[in-house]
């Protein structure tokens, strides 16, 4: 960071000659010159960080009806500052400053008029939700930061700014309720977010990937989100969120496996409803990544295992196919990615499209054709829809992947394995943690407590509050 | 970051010493006490268990004593300098052959159920992987994941219990048939399928709570492991008559077998998946108390160092029976290491302590 400082000139063509030298001469820094009263003067600022509207009505009017006045009584705007450091000044141009500087006087205005070209607050695509609050972060710092205040309104809220970056500085800021949170916690994220040393930070993912506990894993060890009442729910719960000035996204530490599994839907629709669509998310997280795994295993394998009409069923589908079926599920996999990753980047028209291409017209003719059977196909659909009922994206896309792996070892040694990939996946989950709270909680050490609101939702009055694990 | 072991909590203990126990034995004792103890053959389970117990006294009285030290700091404390370093590298011999004694037969059964094909050495590296992964963690991680890995009982105990819907409980009867005398003498042959209970030598600083909680814990688990012996055991002998059951060699699995689930046929080939990862349990358990020790006999803080070495030890002493003959070689020098390791010498080693009055400091 540019820690220097320049005492200001007396001079006006001094001023601005070391301002335009100081920006490089850049075609956007609009010097207007101005007379107060007699003397020389000139209006500084940077046309794309300003607002046209307020110089107008704040600094110009009121200069025309000057009548004597002082200038300190004539601005309006809502902060002024009388300042006679330069390089401070040149700070305040790239904040949406305009300065106001005199000739023979080393001392010149400050004023705030910073443009905001702000997108509207609305509910985040990606999180959309049945009912509650519709409301999502934006690239404000201090918009999404008082969208957080107008969940939590106690005093309790801590904000801490924090700097990232060295050559170009960006504000994160670290939200934590003071008496919920653990106090070690907030330490160990304070260190981590002072030891990050990168020229710049471009967005929530670096701060993501320099701040985790295993870089190595698969998995998420942030939660994010651009809910505020989603952040919320979790401040209240004692973790901490980080938001980085101009991205819409939060990250929650310390995240745990199972809050990647709950969508603040949950808590919204009556228990046993909400406890169902756990249950059946739960389903989907082993299907979504073991069912092609169990079925490669079983058909190529352990077809015994099969009720014998069932076996009859799935051995007509697969003496057309001329591939055995790792090679059959790798190619229908691939595809399926294939169509995923390019209906995420088309606009939604042509996304259609891209869904009857690849539903009717691969999915069918690839049959057809003896390229795959037909079970495989449904064993694959299947598996993607699961995938796509997860709630967060980012482990979704976790388990998307290990089912490469998982099906690899399937296709090598059946249910074996099978078993041997989930016991390493899972003494992987064991070990993992995530700002020294245990990743698996509450599975991994095994709380009773924790239990009742992960597989199941039971009614609000029974959690209470969460049982705050010491166990390990 | 501060790497403080943390302790694990009373009811990882309990289902810490279930994991470490049930083993590969329990597939074949029903096969092997048909033999001798006839339909007494759930007494002789309850006598063993009874046995046991009294070992786990044993343990305790010795462990009690020495309040923060586990086995091989006792060895140390009680041998001195150089027996005691022996003393510990004859354990860590014995961790080694007991894991690997698991390991061998755990595959011979797969190889046997389901993987007929498959080399025996991808196999038991398979098994030295997962063992390796497992026992290289912190005690806590362990922990965790033997908890969460008993939730694979359910399935398991389902399984064979669902066999008790062919059961005929004539076939049992006489309970006394082979004789009080013989019914003693079988014990022999369960107490190997008992052993894992002996890892509470190692992990026993490492449990948080008090000496009287963690007696009561371990007793808890060996009285469910008993009777979880028990139950096999009785269903096995109910569901096959004794000509039956001398033709099966692993009745449990054959039971399984024939057993219709309506969804899946052949539920034998999804038992032995589920229970291979009871069995990377057992193994683990040896490994990490053979790391441990190794640990301590070179003066590291941490295991894991280790854990590669010793899971290579005991990949290798796998390799090298080729016969049925030397499998059976190293079920029984196992055998008798086990008579020496765990009988003898723990009471060594509390009469020892007692006669010499070495350090008579007690805990809380």
Known sequence: MNESSQHAFFSLEQNTKYIQKALFDTHDLKIKHHPYKDTQGALIYLESLVDPALIERNILAPMSFAEGKSLSELFTTLRMERSN????????????SCLYVLDGDDEFYALTTPAKYERSITEPENEAIVRGPH?????????????????????????????????????????????????ELVQKVERRLSEISLDTVMSTGFIQELMEDNPFSIFPQHVNTERPDHTSAYLVDGHIALILEGDPTALIVPACFFTFYQTPDDYNNRWMIASFIRFIRLISFITAFQLPAIY????????????????????????????????????????????????????????????????????????????????????????????????????????????????????????????????LLFVHLCKLESFGKPYFYPIAPLKFQGLKDTFSRFPVWNIRKKAQGNDN | MAQTEKKISARQLFLFIIQAQIGV???????????????????????????????????????????????????????????????????????????????????????????????????????????????????????????LSSALFIPLIIFVSYGLTQARLEYMFPLMEAGIWNILKATKDTTISMYGFEVILVIFPFIDASDKKKLMIISMSNLFVTLFYVFVVCTCLMVFSSEQLRLIPEPVLYLVKSLNFYIVDRADVLFLPIWSITLVCSITSYAYAASVGLAQLFERKSHGVFTPYVNAVIFFITLLPATPLATRRLDVSAEYAAYLFIFILPFAMVFGSKLFKKKVERSA
């Open chain 1, 85 to 96: 450091d330069l390089e401070k000044g040149i700070q305040g141009l790239m904040q949406g």
């Open chain 1, 135 to 183: 409301n999502g972060f934006i690239e404000n710092l201090t918009v999404n930061l008082h969208l957080v205040r107008q969940h939590i309104g106690t005093p309790d809220l801590t904000v801490r700014y924090h700097t990232v970056g060295n050559t170009v500085p960006r504000k994160v800021a670290m939200l934590y309720v003071q008496n919920l949170c653990d106090n």
């Open chain 1, 296 to 423: 490669i295993a079983t058909v190529s394998f352990h077809s015994n295992v099969l009720p014998i009409q069932l076996f009859f069923t799935v051995q007509g589908s697969l003496t057309r196919v001329p591939y055995p079926p790792i090679v059959e599920a790798m190619i229908l996999e691939l595809i399926f990615e294939l169509l995923r990753e390019a209906g995420l980047r088309l606009p939604s028209r042509v996304g259609q499209t891209i869904g009857i291409v690849g539903g009717l017209v691969i999915g069918d003719a690839i049959v057809k054709a003896g390229l795959v059977s037909y079970t495989m196909t449904i064993v694959v659909a299947l598996t993607a829809i699961s995938s796509f009922l997860i709630p967060s994206n980012e482990m979704s896309s976790s388990l998307r992947i290990l089912r490469f792996p998982l099906m690899i070892a399937a296709a090598l040694f059946g249910y074996i394995g099978i078993a041997f990939g989930l016991t």
């Open chain 2, 25 to 147: 034995g329990v597939l074949s004792i029903p096969y092997k006490l048909n033999e001798t103890a006839r339909g007494g053959a759930g007494i002789t389970v309850l006598i063993t268990g009874a046995i046991t117990q009294l070992i786990i006294l044993m343990f305790w009285l010795l462990l009690r004593k020495f309040p923060g030290l586990n086995l091989f700091q006792i060895c140390l404390r009680l041998g001195g300098r150089v027996f005691g370093k022996l003393l510990i590298a004859g354990y860590i011999g014995y961790f080694v052959l007991l894991g690997a004694n698991i390991m061998l037969s755990a595959v011979g059964v797969l190889q046997r159920w389901m993987m007929n094909a498959t080399p025996t050495w991808i196999l038991l590296g398979l098994f030295s992987i997962m063992t390796y992964y497992l026992a290289k963690e912190k005690l806590t991680v362990m922990a965790r994941f033997y908890t």
